[in-house]
């Protein structure tokens, strides 16, 4: 079980932090990632981590912009995310896999997921 928190509204230039909390058999050697979804839009890839935290990886959109860690001890997985912008408007859900994959970037690789958090960036 993965629960996710931190969402909220943002003007455009600001910062946010998304985190993450794993649960049960969501363990911390779990391959874990945030997606996105807008409002009509698919949910989409935004960044992902590795179980041991040493490699990362980011949608183009947001590279540079944001940052995903992992705290093993506490089994978190933290979204930092700034100089938003309004497109970065979206539900934002935290995700995990038992292992990586080649289809990491798509929704259906994942087995667990968050409830969403709503982040609203404002022009």
């Known amino acids: 079980q993965l629960q996710a928190s931190g969402g909220g509204l943002v003007q455009t230039g600001g910062s946010l932090r998304l985190s993450c909390a794993a649960f049960?058999?969501?363990?911390?050697?779990?391959?874990m990632a945030w997606f996105r979804q807008a409002p009509g839009k698919e949910r989409e890839f935004v960044a992902a981590?590795?179980?041991?935290?040493?490699?990362?990886y980011y949608a183009d959109s947001v590279k540079g912009r944001f940052t995903i860690a992992r705290d093993g001890a506490k089994n978190t997985v933290d979204l930092q995310m700034n100089s938003l912008k309004p497109e970065d408007t979206a539900v934002y859900y935290c995700?995990?896999?038992?292992?990586?994959?080649?289809?990491?970037?798509?929704?259906?690789?994942?087995?667990?997921w968050g409830q969403g958090t709503l982040v609203t960036v404002s022009s």
């Open positions: 981590i590795s179980s041991t935290g040493g490699t990362t």
């Open positions: 049960g058999r969501t363990s911390s050697s779990y391959f």
């Open positions: 995700s995990a896999a038992p292992r990586i994959s080649s289809q990491m970037f798509k929704p259906p690789a994942y087995l667990y």
